[in-house]
Structures are given as C-alpha cells and as structure tokens.
C-alpha cells in the first residue's frame, strides 16, 4: 500500500498528518525562512501533493466554468505546467466557504490524478502534461451551496474516491493507468428514508489494517463503511445521525477515530475488527463537545490531537477518551494538523501557525505568521521544508540563511 514519503496525497504518505522530517523550520514570516513564494491564478482549496522535483494544485475560475491545473518546481517555484483541464457549462452555485477545486490531488510515478467532484476526473502524465484519460460520468447532486470537496486516494493500483451527494451515494475504485471502473459499492444505507440533506459527504476514505490484510475506512452522510480494498465488498457499518462529514478518520490501538456530523460534530472510536452492522457492539467511546468539524485528527503514540473550527485544542487520551488537556488557540481552523519530530503544527485561516509539543499537558513552543490572507489548505511537507497553499500563493518555508521571493 505505501507510496514512500513523498507527499502524495491529502495528510501526507500515509494520511494521518506525519511526516519523518526531522528539521521543519520552528520560525517564520514573509521576509524569514520563506526560500519562494508563487503567486497562483484563480481559486481553490486544495492541498498540496509532491514527488520527485514537482508539486501540483488544482485552482479554478470563481464562477466554476474553469477547472485548471498547476505544477511548480518544488526547488524554485516556477510553474512547470498551467493546464486547463475542464470547461463546466452550468456549475451549480456554491458558498464562499467552498471552490471548485477544493478535492485534493494524488500523484503517483508517471501521473497526478485531478479530481473536481461532480465535475470530473483527469489523469495526467506528469512527464509532458499531457491528459491521459477523464472520467465526467460519475456524477451527483453536491447540493446548491455546497459543491464538491471528498478527495481521492491510492490503493495499490487503483484511485479510490466517495461519490456521496443527495441523489447517489456509493464509493468507486478506477485503474489508475486506464480510468476503468474496477469496483463500485452502492451505500448499503437505505437513503431514500434520510432527509435528503442527511445523503451527502465530503470525507475521504483511509486504509487501515484488517488481520493480516486492509480495510477501506469510509465515512459518509448517516453511516461509517469499511470495505474489503481489493474488492470493495462491505466488511462493517455503523450507524450515525451526521451528515456533510468531512475529517478524515485516523487509526491506533484497534481503533478507528472518526467525526461523524458537521453541525454538531461528535468524535467516535470504533472497533476495527466488526461484521456487519457494529453500531451496537464496536464504538468504544465518543466525544460529543468541542469535536471538529473540518480538521482531520491526529494520532500520536497514546494521545489523540483535535482543533475544532473555533480553535478549541483538545488532547485526549486515544484508547478511553479521557480528556488531558483543553486551550483555545487563536483565530478559526480548517487545515489539518501536521506531526514531525514531537511538534504539532497547526495552521489557522489566515496564516498563523500555532507550535505545540505533542504531550499529554499543554505545551506551546511557538507561533508563526504569514501575510494575512485566506489559508484553508492543508500544507504538505518536503523534506524539512513546508509547502504552504493560500488563497494567492504557493510558499516554500524551511530553515535557510537566504530566501527568494517571487
């Protein structure tokens, strides 16, 4: 299943937010340690991915009808391609919260797969920009308001991605060489006895351990899914009442740690070893105060790290829920924490970078600003440096004695 350490998809290489580097810089600003800063066109959400010598966003036009794709050179930020990948003739209206190119890549050796919802997916050969094959068939209703946001991932040769609007609601593997259907699993849910706002999520799925082999773990509006990674055969499912999930689950200790609603968001650890429907055997605890509603958590040895969108910080204790420590920390949160080397790194919505030590009592080691401006992508990690997207730029950010900007 693993993909080495480059930063190949949402969270990182294996999607929990860690990374190996040992040197990630601990001081910032726009005229300290930034090596390039890259202005980027239109709009868009979506984090970082890197390997090799590139890095790849997606952006888009405002009003929807352009869904574009950059790649820079990661060492000095000069944009390699600036692809148009899709003209959209009615995009359905969304919210200033959201863009339509809010879904995050993934690349692999040869190709990036570019994902946009409703909108369609592309794959791209990274050698020549190229477009190697497109899917626009796989669609559903985000919702007027909403639009598209659920991210793919890789698993093995295939890129695995939620369809959950209010019309379908199922989870789909392509070839990743050819953009052939391999599986496809309806929601075993009945939907149609949901409200239809109650169908629809936003979450990303993540492969967690299954005895000696993987499980797909799949949340969506009003149930949590686990499927077989080579077939897409449900395993598990538990029951919900939340909707317009989007964290994505982490895992430890037997456990799956998953959020389960957007307006009232609750905290969930579920049993990773269940058959059929768990509601009532596997959830080992939950959390329903101060949870999250759009940062992933994070897991480090027995402690599990959460901000809500108020900048409300909690660290629990992962295999009880036991709360150790709660402070609030500056400003709201949408980027998921980042882990490297007992620091926890968490980056609010206009650019301030709170440092903590990832204890089981409150350790602030430092805070970091960049221009204010909106940051709503989670960054990426290359070696000791940061790839940081906001709403106008790309940065690099590392520990160096000169800097470059462009």
């Known amino acids: 299943m693993a993909k080495g350490n480059n930063w190949w998809q949402f969270r990182g290489p294996k999607g929990n937010g860690h990374s190996e ?14 090596t390039w800063k890259t202005p980027i066109h239109d709009r868009g959400w979506s984090s970082p991915v890197i390997r090799g010598n590139q890095i790849w ?12 794709a950059l790649c820079l050179n990661k060492d ?9 990948i899709f003209s959209v003739e009615k995009p359905m209206t969304i919210t200033k919260d959201n863009t339509y190119a809010t879904p995050t890549p993934v690349i692999d050796e040869g190709l990036v797969i570019l994902h946009y919802g409703t909108y369609g997916t592309a794959c791209v050969d990274t050698t020549n920009g190229k477009i190697l094959w497109e899917r626009r068939d796989l669609n559903c209703d985000h919702e007027k308001g909403a639009g598209p946001a659920s991210s793919p991932t890789l698993v093995d040769d295939n890129v695995v991605f939620h369809v959950d609007g209010r019309d379908v609601q199922y989870i789909i593997a392509l070839d990743k060489a050819t953009g052939q259907t391999v599986w496809k699993t309806h929601r075993s849910l009945n939907y149609q006895e949901f409200p239809v706002h109650h169908r629809k999520a936003y979450c990303m799925p993540i492969i ?5 082999g993987y499980q797909l773990i799949s949340p969506a509006g009003r149930g949590l899914y686990s499927y077989d990674s080579n077939s897409g055969t449900e395993l598990w499912h538990v029951r919900h009442r939340g909707w317009s999930v989007a964290p994505r689950p982490v895992f430890g200790h037997g456990l799956v740690f998953a959020t389960i609603d957007r307006d009232r968001p609750e905290l969930w650890a579920i049993r990773l070893d269940g058959e059929g429907d768990v509601t009532d055997s596997h959830i080992a605890w939950k959390l329903t105060r ?3 509603q759009r ?9 599990l790290f959460v901000v809500n969108r108020g900048g409300i910080a909690t660290c ?22 980042i882990y490297a080397n007992g620091r926890i790194y968490l980056f609010n919505e206009t650019g301030l970078c709170t440092i903590i030590g990832a204890n089981s009592k409150f350790d602030l080691i430092t805070t970091n600003t960049l221009a204010k401006q909106p940051f709503m992508a989670t960054p990426a990690v290359d070696g000791n440096a940061f790839v940081i997207r906001s709403e106008g730029y790309v940065y690099r950010v590392e520990a160096m004695s000169n800097s470059v900007l462009k």
């Not at 580097?21 to 930034?34: A, G, R």
């Not at 000095?76 to 148009?84: E, F, M, Q, R, S």
């Not at 940062?295 to 027995?302: A, D, K, M, Q, R």
């Open 76 to 84: 000095t930020g000069h944009i390699i391609y600036d692809l148009d």
């Open 208 to 212: 967690a351990p299954r005895g000696e």
């Open 57 to 68: 966003v997606t952006t888009a036009t405002v009003d929807g009808h352009r869904l574009f």
């Open 21 to 34: 580097s040992i040197n990630l810089p601990l001081h910032w600003s726009e005229e300290k340690n930034v």
């Open 290 to 292: 101060g949870m999250p």
């Open 316 to 337: 629990l204790e992962a295999k009880t829920g036991e709360i150790l420590w709660k402070e609030r920390l500056k400003g709201a949160y949408s980027a998921s924490p």
């Open 295 to 303: 940062c992933s958590p994070l897991i480090v040895g027995n402690f």
